[in-house]
């Protein structure tokens, strides 16, 4: 009986340029199916999102005339730019001196006080503000306000404040926590659009010597 072995099988090689316009052509057929599947869809419809109002914080009154008085509880103040030029303020403690029911107590001497905010309304306590909301365009500026409300830390110059708006009295607990005595937001100023400038010219006056000292400043440059 004859027996036979089975034959060798040899291996064929293609060329690595074959199995290379072999892939490239199959991708080009996928891409060019999914391009006509999408061009085939219908077009949906352009969805119109609801338009998002959106109030600027400043001041809650605007004109503290008798009719917006009457549509808000508590007793507001205003303190306006205007207010604060006329009446020569140069600093933040000096605003505050001019609302009623405000009370300011000065620094220590300590190295924390001097950069922390102490006021209180109507009576309570002012050291560190614990006990009054304080915001700037309607944003907590403690870090902490329910735990801890003091103002070891109050960024805030007269520079840049456009007014100051108090609240006193139960009107206030909507505004947020530790408002016992009421609320205070300090609205800074617009961004400018053109470039300008303030110059100031601050004189003092000293009795005891008869002596008047004049100190020119520059108060505020904006960059459009």
Known sequence: ??????SKVVPQHFPTSYLSC?????LGCIISSAAIAHANEPEQAVKVLDT????AQGNWLENANAEKVQQHAGAPSIVDRKR???????SIKDA????PGVQVQESNGTGGSDVSLNMGVRGLTSRL????TVL????????????????????????N???????????????????????????TRAIPKEFSGTVGLTSEYASATDQTKLSPNICRWNAG
Do not use: C, H, W
Request: hydrophobic share 40%; net charge positive.
């Open 161 to 187: 404040i456009e007014s100051v708006d108090v609240v006193r009295g139960a009107g206030s607990v909507r505004f947020g926590p530790q408002n016992v005595g009421g609320i205070i937001n300090f609205a």
């Open 96 to 99: 505050l001196r001019q609302v």
């Open 22 to 26: 072999s892939i490239k052509f199959a």
């Open 52 to 55: 998002l109002k959106i109030e």
């Open 136 to 159: 700037m365009d309607g944003v907590p500026l403690s870090f902490a306000p329910y735990g801890q409300p003091q103002l070891s830390l109050a960024p805030v110059s007269l520079g």
């Open 129 to 132: 503000s614990p006990r009054s």
């Open 1 to 6: 009986m004859k027996q036979t072995t089975p």
């Open 84 to 90: 604060l030029d006329e009446t020569a303020s140069t």
